[in-house]
């Protein structure tokens, strides 16, 4: 276990010095300041908006950072060769990859948390107060990219090179958010055979509108209760260790 935090503290420096954190990591920052922009509007107006405009900018650039790190988390060190300085120490395979996905989920974590306070604040500025609903949607973001880390460290397990792994790990997360919208397609398609098929590739992908609250926060609908809260934690579970364990087994098999 110390094993693991030591490479995950070594991890979580690396990726905060990455060109990839910082690019993503401003650009989330600027998306925030820029949602005040529309002070022209009217007061409830301008408020919906801030807080639409600064969800969005945390979620999709924070899911950026998670991405493009673990898309090459591991094969991007197998290219460096500095996988075999890592795994000279008192390091197993296994110890990296929990390692490594612990250390992108804290960097992410990192830009979540200070964008997050920063909206935080926006916010309190325009209406003197921040309803709970702000703080659980950027908690449940915090939950997608454990997800999104899983994935990621996943593909990089196997992949031939960095790009290939970020490139796959894009594509599932774009396909996550389109979920709901797959599984329709199985009510309007009559052939057993594509029906089936979809409804499988619905299963497999993870349904990341779970973790979605921007409209709910914005328009003032009812928040999740705390069973679907607790569904919601044990869904990002079950899903990360599978995607880790599948990816040990994997890059227990890859030639270094």
Same mark, same amino acid.
């Given at each position: 276990?110390?094993?693991? #935090?030591?490479? /995950?503290?070594?991890?979580?420096?690396?990726?905060? !010095?990455?060109?990839? $954190?910082?690019? $993503?990591?401003? #650009? =989330?920052?600027?998306?925030?300041?820029?949602?005040?922009?529309?002070?022209?509007?009217?007061?409830? /107006?301008?408020?919906?908006?801030?807080?639409?405009?600064?969800?969005?900018?945390?979620?999709? #650039?924070?899911?950026?950072?998670?991405?493009?790190?673990?898309?090459? =988390?591991?094969?991007?060190?197998?290219?460096?060769?500095?996988?075999?300085?890592?795994?000279?120490?008192? =390091?197993?395979? =296994?110890?990296?990859?929990? &390692?490594?996905?612990?250390?992108?989920?804290?960097?992410?974590?990192?830009?979540?948390?200070?964008?997050? /306070?920063?909206?935080?604040?926006?916010?309190?500025?325009?209406?003197?107060?921040?309803?709970?609903?702000?703080?659980?949607?950027?908690?449940?973001?915090?939950?997608?990219?454990?997800?999104?880390?899983?994935?990621?460290?996943?593909?990089?397990?196997?992949?031939?090179? /960095?790009?290939?792994?970020?490139?796959?790990?894009?594509?599932?997360?774009?396909? &996550?958010?389109?979920?709901?919208?797959?599984?329709?397609?199985?009510?309007?398609?009559?052939?057993?055979?594509?029906?089936? $098929?979809?409804?499988?590739?619905?299963?497999?992908?993870?349904?990341?509108?779970?973790?979605?609250?921007?409209?709910?926060?914005?328009?003032?609908?009812?928040?999740?209760?705390?069973?679907?809260? &607790?569904?919601?934690?044990?869904?990002?579970?079950?899903?990360?260790?599978?995607?880790?364990?599948?990816?040990?087994?994997? #890059?227990? !098999?890859?030639?270094?």
């Amino acid at each position: 276990m110390k094993q693991i #935090f030591i490479l /995950a503290q070594k991890s979580l420096r690396k990726s905060l !010095r990455n060109k990839i $954190f910082i690019v $993503f990591f401003l #650009f =989330a920052v600027m998306i925030v300041f820029l949602s005040i922009l529309f002070s022209l509007l009217t007061f409830t /107006a301008e408020v919906k908006i801030i807080k639409d405009v600064g969800l969005a900018g945390i979620s999709i #650039f924070s899911s950026l950072i998670a991405i493009f790190l673990s898309g090459e =988390a591991v094969v991007g060190e197998v290219e460096k060769k500095t996988i075999y300085i890592l795994l000279s120490k008192p =390091a197993d395979r =296994a110890g990296f990859i929990v &390692g490594s996905w612990l250390g992108i989920i804290l960097t992410a974590g990192v830009a979540i948390l200070i964008n997050g /306070a920063v909206l935080v604040f926006l916010i309190y500025l325009r209406q003197n107060f921040v309803e709970p609903g702000i703080f659980l949607a950027i908690s449940f973001m915090e939950l997608e990219i454990i997800i999104i880390t899983s994935i990621g460290i996943l593909f990089s397990s196997f992949s031939s090179s /960095a790009l290939t792994g970020t490139l796959l790990c894009l594509f599932v997360y774009l396909l &996550g958010h389109l979920n709901p919208q797959l599984y329709l397609l199985t009510k309007l398609v009559d052939r057993r055979i594509i029906k089936g $098929f979809i409804s499988l590739i619905c299963w497999i992908l993870p349904n990341l509108e779970y973790f979605n609250l921007r409209e709910k926060v914005v328009k003032g609908y009812p928040l999740p209760d705390v069973i679907y809260i &607790g569904r919601l934690l044990l869904y990002t579970f079950f899903y990360s260790a599978i995607c880790l364990v599948i990816a040990h087994l994997l #890059f227990q !098999r890859k030639e270094l």
